[in-house]
């Protein structure tokens, strides 16, 4: 399925209440598609493979809210064992979107050790890993019928759609200073949420 | 060095609420009484790489994490220290386990003696050489003084085995 049309599927559904955490190409297409919210984070410039990591951060910290991150095949690749991380820890509210194009596409698209090795499938990779709510989609047709029963499973959901790369797409620019950047995302996650780290329940 | 009542304590006085951490032999120790402390949640990760940008979603979502590894372990993390720490300028402190510090009985000729003081100098990461059990203080007063300068710091605590 075209990347921008998959990527779309999300913007469309996303709440306001939402955390949206993009990255790599996907980043790049989400901030095409309008002006962002203050709770959206692209993490550009970022460690790559560690968009999850922090949406695993940011879901054990505000368990009230949804995160939502956008990676990339390349990107779990280099940090699969975050996997395990979102397993042991299972947070309910955190949504794992992997858009898997089979290359790394901001570098010129150059392939992927999992694309050479004819393809790693990431859903059985989850599934071994622990986790339950896990949906891989190959049509935008199927995506767009399946993704608000994704959105809506209790978490944590790995969602894998296969993605056409877009090779001459370039990779995607900051939005701006990344410690004024940091600075009012966070503020935009704090209005009451103190409190609820403190009320979080320990060791369940 | 130090049991894990007494760095249970000092945590909860500095209101820390959460340990990221991938443990060695030293820092393992005190995973069971961070466990057993209410109001600091210990979050196991795969590497080290993960452990500082679950602390920046942490960070940016309230909590108070604080990364504890050891010196291997910030070995490993240099991308995603640098992106956390100095990309997005998030004051994240760690407390780092300093391999064969103390002595080399079990890895005589231990590189982490050359290569770990240097690497924090070269993240730029303020850090304090921790020595004996007496200097928990000097924990506690860095740990303040990085929170009240919104930046990043280190306590890195010397070991006596690999």
């Not at chain 1, 299972?90 to 089979?102: A, C, H």
């Not at chain 1, 392939?111 to 393809?119: K, R």
């Not at chain 2, 009484?33 to 979502?61: I, K, S, Y």
């Not at chain 2, 005589?108 to 050489?129: N, Q, R």
Request: glycine share 10%; proline share 7%; aromatic share 8%.
């Amino acid at each position: 399925m075209p990347l921008t049309e998959a990527v779309a599927v999300v913007h469309q559904l996303r709440r306001d209440d939402d955390v949206v955490i993009s990255s790599m190409g996907n980043a790049r297409e989400w901030m095409a598609m309008g002006p962002l919210h203050p709770r959206d984070f692209v993490f550009v410039p970022s460690a790559m493979g560690h968009a999850t990591c922090v949406g695993l951060g940011l879901a054990l910290a505000q368990p009230s809210r949804r995160i939502i991150v956008l990676s990339g095949d390349g990107s779990l690749l280099m940090n699969l064992g975050t996997l395990v991380t979102v397993a042991a820890y299972s947070p309910p509210n955190l949504v794992v979107i992997v858009f898997d194009n089979g290359v790394y596409e901001v570098t010129g698209a150059q392939p992927t050790p999992g694309a050479i090795a004819l393809g790693v499938e990431f859903t059985t990779i989850a599934k071994g890993c622990g986790l339950s709510s896990i949906h891989r989609w190959s049509t935008l047709d199927d995506w767009r019928r399946g993704a608000e029963n994704a959105f809506a499973a209790r978490g944590p959901t790995l969602v894998v759609l296969d993605v056409a790369p877009k090779p001459d797409a370039g990779g995607p620019r900051s939005p701006g200073p990344t410690a004024e950047r940091a600075k009012r995302f966070r503020e935009a996650l704090l209005d009451s949420s103190i409190r609820r780290i403190r009320d979080y329940p320990i060791g369940d | 060095m130090f049991t894990g009542e007494q760095v249970a304590t000092l945590f909860t006085e500095l209101g820390v609420t959460h340990v990221i951490t991938v443990p060695d032999s030293t820092i393992g120790k005190w995973g069971e009484a961070l466990e057993r402390t209410p109001g600091v949640r210990v979050v196991r990760v795969c590497r080290e790489g993960e452990a500082w940008a679950v602390a920046a979603g942490l960070h940016f979502g309230g909590a108070t994490p604080l990364v504890l590894i050891q010196c291997t372990g910030l070995f490993e993390s240099g991308d995603s220290l640098r992106n956390v720490v100095h990309d997005w300028k998030l004051p994240i402190f760690s407390v780092i386990g300093y391999r064969s510090y103390l002595n080399q009985d079990t890895l005589p000729g231990d590189t982490c003696l050359v290569f770990t003081e240097p690497t924090l100098d070269a993240w730029k990461i303020g850090y304090k050489l921790i020595t004996d059990p007496s200097q928990i203080g000097v924990i506690r007063d860095h740990y303040r003084a990085c929170r009240a300068a919104n930046r990043p710091g280190a306590a890195l605590i010397a070991e006596g085995k690999a």
